[in-house]
């Protein structure tokens, strides 16, 4: 089954630590995203790549950064600049860059205390 | 700056009733304009979408209208079922060319509960 695998669902950090979530696709396609989801604020675009190698800020790319050395692959590491990082996270792909349906995974859900 | 506004944030409904949830956007570059399904821990999956050629688009229980010249479009679920409890969100996005022109901007979300 083709899809997006998040890990791990629930993560739980000490403030002050840096913390990478996990996203791999295998639908083969070439763009991938990270939204981060609050209550009412609805998803917010963090980091997106169109290509390996290459990626790109979204509205609220401080205190996050991003790796995309694989086609399946787009790491996101929260860390302790990010101010408010207990989130929900999604991460998503498109075919490419162009193709507007996206395909989600199932979150991590982030803690930091 | 949200350009898609979303309401309301929480809606009851009973089992056979009409949901609907309204956006409204402000960018007239918009030509796409999806809605999203999220179950509880789960990624939102897309469940319709329209393009503003249209002013209305059914899809089995599921219906998006759209009011171009209000910069308005709506998502109406007929016959609400308990199943249909999940968060919606809208969107919206230009399919300008440029990189970041097909970025989906979202709306804040409406937590749906549909009462047996």
């Known amino acids: 089954d083709g899809g997006i695998t998040q890990s791990p669902k629930y993560l739980f950090r000490k403030e002050g630590q840096n913390v990478t979530l996990s996203c791999e696709q295998n639908?083969?396609?070439?763009?991938m995203y990270w939204y981060r989801q609050d209550p009412g604020q609805g998803l917010r675009l963090i980091y997106y790549?169109?290509?390996?190698?290459?990626?790109q800020k979204g509205d609220i790319a401080e205190g996050y950064s991003v790796s995309r050395e694989k086609k399946e692959s787009f790491p996101l590491t929260v860390t302790s600049a990010q101010k408010n990082p207990t989130a929900f996270y999604l991460c998503?792909?498109?075919?490419?860059?162009?193709?507007?349906?996206?395909?989600f995974g199932n979150g991590t859900r982030l803690t930091v205390t | 700056q949200q350009q898609v506004k979303q309401s309301p944030q929480s809606l009851i409904v009973q089992k056979g009733g009409i949901s609907i949830i309204n956006c409204a956007y402000e960018?007239?570059?918009?030509?796409?304009f999806p809605w999203y399904q999220q179950f509880p821990g789960k990624g939102p999956a897309l469940l319709i979408a329209?393009?503003?050629?249209?002013s209305e688009k059914k899809e089995g229980r599921f219906t998006i209208s759209f009011n171009k010249s209000a910069k308005q479009f709506s998502l109406h679920i007929m016959d609400s079922q308990p199943g249909d409890s999940a968060t919606y969100f809208c969107?919206?996005?230009?399919?300008?060319?440029?990189?970041?022109?097909?970025?989906?901007?979202f709306g804040g979300g409406t937590r749906l509960m549909v009462k047996p």
């Open positions: 998503a792909s498109s075919f490419t860059r162009r193709d507007r349906l996206l395909h």
């Open positions: 639908l083969n396609h070439d763009a």
């Open positions: 790549s169109q290509i390996v190698n290459d990626f």
């Open positions: 960018n007239t570059a918009f030509d796409y």
């Open positions: 329209i393009r503003p050629d249209v």
């Open positions: 969107a919206a996005s230009m399919g300008s060319g440029n990189n970041a022109g097909n970025m989906l901007t």
